[in-house]
């Protein structure tokens, strides 16, 4: 991955004399509840993982203005992987002395940015960036994605994206080592009106890019289609449309879940399918 721009240094000073921490101050805007329904995917589909970490770590990287999503970042991850920590980091100073207060074992705060600072060097198991990348300019998301990625454990995930103010809807990009997997769609499915709304809330890396010609705008448009062939499935709730809406995506498009995931509200597509053209 390259990028013709990488973010500016933050102009904070850093504690200690260390380097200026690598980023940029974001609004900082945060709700509790917010991220659950990545928290809950990222339970499901990398637990295991955690769990096999011999002291898995799990970055809550630029968490906002307030704590809120650290601390429930470790409460569901915990539920997965009972010997997770959660280090919440954050580029402005005040607000890792705020979340001080907040911390508690397997829950820590502190000062820095995509240069993903943990005691000793630690190779997080997880790493998750969410409405952090939506300020930057599209070029400069791949060097974020390439920084981040080599700061991984060797089995670690992290996973970047975009959702509303209150969680209902919810786009991410989920990657290893090794660079993009998977790009999960997930919405409160009462809330949803067609499946293409879930455009306003595509990652940095996708949204510029939902034009004529461009993969993610054909997905979306199948997407959409395939939402409207299943209305008849509407009489039997909002969750048994958009599985058959699933499934029949899944003739067209290289999906990485199934019904399980489905009827969370969520459909999972291989990143390949969706790279932006050029």
Same mark, same amino acid.
């Given at each position: 991955?390259?990028?013709?721009?990488?973010?500016?240094?933050?102009?904070?000073?850093?504690?200690?004399?260390?380097?200026?921490?690598?980023?940029?101050?974001?609004?900082?805007?945060?709700?509790?509840?917010?991220?659950?329904?990545?928290? /809950?995917?990222?339970?499901?589909?990398?637990?295991?993982? $955690?769990?096999?970490?011999?002291?898995?770590?799990?970055?809550?990287?630029?968490?906002?203005?307030?704590?809120?999503?650290?601390?429930? $970042?470790?409460?569901?991850?915990?539920?997965?992987?009972?010997?997770?920590?959660?280090?919440?980091?954050?580029?402005?100073?005040?607000?890792?002395?705020?979340?001080?207060?907040?911390?508690?074992?397997?829950?820590?705060?502190?000062?820095?940015?995509?240069?993903?600072?943990?005691?000793?060097?630690?190779?997080?198991?997880?790493?998750?960036?969410?409405?952090?990348?939506?300020?930057?300019?599209?070029?400069?998301?791949?060097?974020?994605?390439? /920084?981040?990625?080599?700061?991984?454990?060797?089995?670690?995930?992290?996973?970047?994206?975009?959702?509303?103010?209150?969680?209902?809807?919810?786009?991410?990009?989920? @990657?290893?080592?090794?660079?993009?997997?998977?790009?999960?769609?997930?919405?409160? $499915?009462?809330?949803?009106?067609?499946?293409?709304?879930?455009?306003?809330?595509?990652?940095?890396?996708?949204?510029?890019?939902?034009?004529?010609?461009?993969?993610?705008?054909?997905?979306?448009?199948?997407?959409?289609?395939?939402?409207?062939?299943?209305?008849?499935?509407?009489?039997?709730?909002?969750?048994?449309?958009?599985?058959?809406?699933? /499934?029949?995506?899944?003739?067209?498009?290289? @999906?990485?879940?199934?019904?399980?995931?489905?009827?969370?509200?969520? $459909?999972?597509?291989?990143?390949?399918?969706?790279?932006?053209?050029?």
């Amino acid at each position: 991955m390259s990028s013709r721009a990488t973010p500016p240094p933050s102009r904070a000073g850093s504690p200690g004399g260390r380097a200026r921490p690598v980023g940029t101050v974001t609004r900082g805007t945060t709700n509790p509840n917010r991220l659950r329904r990545m928290d /809950r995917w990222i339970a499901a589909t990398h637990g295991a993982a $955690l769990r096999r970490a011999e002291a898995p770590v799990a970055v809550d990287l630029g968490y906002g203005a307030a704590p809120w999503t650290a601390v429930e $970042l470790l409460a569901r991850l915990r539920e997965a992987a009972p010997r997770v920590r959660v280090v919440g980091i954050e580029i402005e100073p005040a607000r890792v002395a705020g979340a001080k207060p907040y911390e508690r074992e397997g829950l820590s705060f502190r000062h820095g940015g995509f240069e993903v600072p943990l005691e000793g060097g630690a190779r997080p198991a997880l790493i998750r960036a969410a409405n952090v990348l939506r300020q930057y300019d599209e070029e400069q998301v791949a060097a974020v994605w390439e /920084r981040l990625c080599a700061r991984l454990a060797p089995d670690g995930l992290l996973v970047e994206g975009t959702c509303d103010e209150i969680g209902r809807r919810h786009v991410w990009v989920a @990657l290893g080592p090794e660079g993009a997997r998977t790009v999960t769609f997930a919405t409160r $499915l009462g809330s949803l009106e067609r499946p293409s709304d879930l455009a306003e809330r595509l990652p940095k890396a996708l949204i510029h890019r939902n034009v004529p010609g461009e993969p993610v705008h054909a997905f979306l448009r199948d997407f959409d289609r395939a939402w409207a062939a299943a209305a008849p499935y509407a009489s039997y709730g909002a969750r048994q449309r958009w599985i058959r809406t699933a /499934r029949a995506l899944a003739a067209d498009w290289p @999906l990485a879940d199934g019904p399980g995931r489905w009827r969370q509200g969520e $459909l999972t597509v291989r990143w390949e399918a969706l790279r932006p053209a050029g």
